[in-house]
């Protein structure tokens, strides 16, 4: 009785909150599902907070509580329950999805107010918190791929949530794209696991199971596996080379960048790694891959952030690198500083799209930094909470992002990845600079063609970017305890590479890159703000490359997208041609079948039919005749029928 | 009269009543003529109690042969009745609304 808490309700609430908003939302007006929705959010929250002082009470080898509904399915040997489960990783997962999820759910009573489809809004929002559940408290690999792609579908509805104009449904398509290419690897790894542990007699997708008998296996067999579910995440997560839809995916509302596309699923891919860490942990090979996609990915994107116009393309660079940075984390078996990075981020990274959101809000829709400038004084608790939440992402000490970083960085360097390590210091110092030019150039300087009607924005869309800010700010408190909590769940024993003193002199150097990045992006965008512009003619051959993203787009367009319709205008003819002509024929030869054998029917088998029946109906009329309804007929037939009896006893 | 002159009597019944039943159309005739077979069975019956070794058994069946006479009067009275009401006569050939 100890192990037990109704997860299922946990679940429950946003599922009842998707369905009364989506069937009755219309009928019950704004003002009711402005109520209704946050709240069943935050009932969640509660129920998360419940199960986390729940989990506290028990000893820390035993902290695993798994509520089993029902039997999903049950086919041969595979036997899937739907069952949930709470552990330190599932946990931490579910507070900071319902957690952020219930202030983002406020923010957006403000900031979607007077939007034709409001009610709609909400309801994604609520199977969007209601699948994010499913995939982080699944108790096994279906369960989660069921909420995986659960929450690719609400990516996909809330990107293109805007779909009259065509550019938002095209960013939405692509984003589920580019999901489905990762997906399908994700799926190919599920698959090859189960079959994998079935040749060795144990068909399971359970973690628990799984996870006792992963020495079955073959180190090769790990490693593909491992690549393969890799894959699932780098499209989820947004790491190279399927990061092209998450900068696209700003074309939603601010809100849903901020909750989906910031804080919660893009993380996915970080949870699963560190979920299946028992499995990764076997293929040294797999974790390194993980390692060099992630850091590459932190350095590739920072660098794109640097030059971005719009506000919130800066964010979205910003977060795929900082995703590198979680999987920089878990690939050198930090996995503890993965997790602790993945939620720091949450808070200050849900709070910087929350800010940017209220900024665009105050300017009615206008999104590119260069028309912005000296909100401080108009937007002042925006000002306030956007500039803790960017000392936060630039690593500077005391707030969250700098004890999540550092250990990050501390891990990378432990676990012997020194030109990784360098390379991640390197990347914080970027970190610093396009954070503060993003800041600077929002908030400080001369007026911009907008400030004068920018207003701050209200209560509802300023008390949560406070709360978020708060966390921010202590939210490295969680440090002291992080890495004990997590330890039983996803562990690495590295041999450390270099000697524990180096950690303060690996700190001093992060902290002075991240000073030397904010005292760039001052020296250029509020010393002298004509320096940059200078720089910029000067370096036009990398300015532009970096301003056009690397041309990534235009390469996928070209090498993928071009080539597809080559080949599919060549299938195309084939078809036409060879195909068709295929069908054609065996049609034509169908008609005169079928005209021979009509022909058959009418004549033999109907006339064969038709005789038969002839036949009985005029023998029958015949035989009516017998029954002549005469009372005497009837009565000679009995006396002649006697006589003829008793003759028979008598003479024979 | 000895047995096999009341055997004869009753036998020139029998036959007399199936004679009428097969040639009468008037179907009181026919009832009259049925009652008739029926009284030559019962003396026949008589005749063989007294002078056999049947005994009170064929007494005993007069009996009930005389009771279901009385009720096959009565139901045949019915019937031809009821034919009466609805043809307007009681000729057994034009009784032939059933036949199908």
Sequence with gaps: MENEFPIRLLILFPLIGFLITIFYGRRLGPRIVSILSPSAVLLSFIFSCAGLFKLLHLPPEERVIIDNLYTWINVGMLNISVSFRFDQLSILMALVVTGVGFLIHVYSVGYMHGDKKYTRFFAYLNLFIFSMLILVLGNNLLLMFLGWEGVGLCSYLLIGFWFEKVENAIAAIKAFIVNRIGDMGFIMGIILLFWSLGSHGVWTLDFDIIKQNVHLLGRERITIICLLLFMGATGKSAQLPLYVWLPDAMAGPTPVSALIHAATMVTAGVYMVTRMSFLYSLSPFAMETVAVVGGLTAFFAATIALVQNDIKKVLAYSTISQLGYMFLGVGVGAYSAGMFHLITHAFFKALLFLGAGSVIHGLSGEQDLRKMGGLRKSMPITWITMLLATLAISGIPPFAGFFSKDEILWGTLKSGHYYLAVLGIFTAGLTAFYMFRMLLLAFWGRTGAHAPHAHESPPVMTIPLAVLAFFSVVGGLLALTMHHFIEPVASYKAVSAVSEHSEWIMVVVSIVAAATGISVAFFFYVARPGVSAGLANRTSGIYRVLLNKYYVDEIYNFLFVRMLLILNSILAKFDIKIIDGIVNASSALTVDVSYGSGKFDLSVVDGSVNGISDGVISAGSKARRLQTGNLQNYVTAVVVGIICLVLVIIFV | ?100
């Design chain 2, 1 to 100: 009269m000895s047995p096999f002159e009341i055997f004869l009597l009753a036998d020139a019944l029998f036959v007399i009543g199936i004679f009428g039943v097969l040639t009468r159309k008037n179907a009181i005739a026919i009832l009259i003529s049925v009652e008739l077979i029926l009284n030559g069975v019962n003396l026949n019956l008589i005749n063989f109690a007294r002078n056999t070794a049947l005994g009170a058994k064929g007494q005993v069946f007069v009996l009930f042969v005389i009771l279901l006479a009385a009720l096959e009067a009565a139901l045949g009275i019915a019937i031809i009745l009821g034919i009466y009401r609805s043809l307007k006569k009681i000729d057994v050939d034009e009784a032939r609304v059933l036949r199908g």
